[in-house]
């Protein structure tokens, strides 16, 4: 099942594998680094404080960047733009938050 993934070359799978990723690496980021704290403490935390938008945003997106690495070497050229384009939303996201926190 998992191999019938990555042979899929499409832009709406790329958009939701891009939705998905850094989704999944803020819960990663929150289980290695954060776990004394309630996930809606976590999260509170993150976007209130500016020095933390930018590194925990930062390692979110690297979730990102394994997927755009595994599908443009595999050629899935499509579900890369797909992924691609997510991450650019969720990288000027972050930098919007950034700069609208006091």
């Given at each position: 099942m998992a191999?019938?993934?990555l042979k899929k070359d499409n832009l709406?799978?790329?958009l939701v594998l891009g939705l998905l990723g850094p989704i999944i690496g803020l819960a990663v980021v929150y289980l290695v680094s954060y776990r004394s704290f309630t996930f809606g403490?976590?999260?509170n935390f993150?976007?209130?404080d500016n020095k933390r938008i930018t590194s925990i945003g930062a390692l979110s997106l690297l979730a990102n960047a394994v997927l755009f690495t595994l599908y443009i070497n595999t050629h899935r050229d499509n579900t890369a733009k797909g992924i691609f384009l997510t991450t650019v939303i969720y990288g000027i996201g972050i930098l919007v938050l950034k700069i609208l926190n006091p």
């Amino acid at each position: 099942m998992a191999l019938m993934l990555l042979k899929k070359d499409n832009l709406k799978f790329g958009l939701v594998l891009g939705l998905l990723g850094p989704i999944i690496g803020l819960a990663v980021v929150y289980l290695v680094s954060y776990r004394s704290f309630t996930f809606g403490e976590f999260f509170n935390f993150f976007i209130t404080d500016n020095k933390r938008i930018t590194s925990i945003g930062a390692l979110s997106l690297l979730a990102n960047a394994v997927l755009f690495t595994l599908y443009i070497n595999t050629h899935r050229d499509n579900t890369a733009k797909g992924i691609f384009l997510t991450t650019v939303i969720y990288g000027i996201g972050i930098l919007v938050l950034k700069i609208l926190n006091p």
